[in-house]
């Protein structure tokens, strides 16, 4: 019944011409049978993305359906008596989740070097940080030198205002600039332009400044142009 809902709003996006891919909101709030049944479904998604270690309850309700997440799904009498779910966020990932086109990964604040690691093996990933979402819910940011040193593509995401005051990218850039001063200005901009562009395969057209592409043009005004960093004072102008 779920998927058949799911299909019919996909189907209203197709008669309007609307893009869309369908896609899992994240390894706990989906049962294991629909999973799998969103992944019949999504074999030919180019773009897949899912919210993933966001909280730190999300591993222990998969593990064994204990935790936080368990006491608040038990409050909402959704739950069924036999909870299916995937065993962990690694097997969730590589095994119940399209390995069709790309993967964004939103949040990842409680996940560790093993999880960046296992998941990098599935190719075309990217782990987008929400920090000042992060920092509101959780009190915590990614564990972005652990990412870095991985080598995995970071991209930039705001989450919504269910969970941030405002939706800007630059607010993101400087949080994450603040919490790791090492992190230069050339590596932030290019997770907040060219990354995101590969992360939802449009690099041909926007993220970066070449002839025939659309990249749009942002002003950073008011930063440390000796040192290349940003200043809490910031902003950003739009001039094309």
């Known amino acids: 019944r779920r998927m058949e809902e799911i299909l019919n709003v996909s189907r209203k996006a197709d008669d309007l011409g609307l893009p869309y891919y369908i896609i899992p909101h994240s390894a706990y709030?989906?049962?294991?049978?629909?999973?799998?049944?969103?992944?019949?479904?999504?074999?030919?998604?180019?773009?897949?993305?899912?919210?993933?270690?966001?909280?730190?309850?999300?591993?222990?309700?998969l593990s064994d359906h204990s935790g936080p997440l368990k006491k608040s799904f038990d409050e909402t009498g959704l739950l069924p008596k036999d909870i299916l779910l995937p065993k962990n966020h690694l097997t969730a990932i590589l095994d119940e989740?399209?390995?069709?086109?790309?993967?964004?990964?939103?949040?990842?604040?409680?996940a560790d070097?093993?999880?960046?690691?296992?998941?990098?093996?599935?190719?075309?990933?990217?782990?987008?940080?929400?920090?000042?979402?992060?920092?509101?819910?959780?009190?915590?940011?990614?564990?972005?030198?652990?990412?870095m040193t991985e080598g995995c593509e970071i991209v930039i995401g705001t989450d919504s205002f269910a969970s941030n005051k405002k939706l800007s990218v630059l607010s993101e850039l400087k949080t994450l600039q603040q919490h790791f001063p090492g992190i230069n200005l050339e590596t932030l901009i290019r997770w907040a332009t060219i990354n995101g562009a590969k992360a939802l395969c449009e690099e041909d057209n926007y993220g970066k400044i070449a002839p025939g592409m659309k990249p749009g043009l942002l002003l950073l005004e008011n930063l440390d142009l000796v040192n290349l960093r940003l200043l809490p004072e910031t902003s950003v102008t739009r001039l094309n």
């Open 29 to 61: 709030s989906l049962s294991l049978p629909l999973l799998r049944l969103l992944k019949e479904k999504t074999a030919d998604n180019q773009v897949t993305s899912i919210h993933f270690m966001e909280t730190e309850g999300e591993a222990l309700f």
């Open 113 to 147: 070097k093993e999880i960046f690691k296992g998941v990098n093996e599935r190719g075309n990933t990217f782990w987008c940080l929400c920090p000042c979402s992060n920092l509101y819910i959780e009190k915590k940011v990614p564990p972005v030198e652990i990412l």
């Open 97 to 110: 989740v399209t390995s069709s086109g790309n993967l964004i990964l939103v949040h990842n604040t409680f």
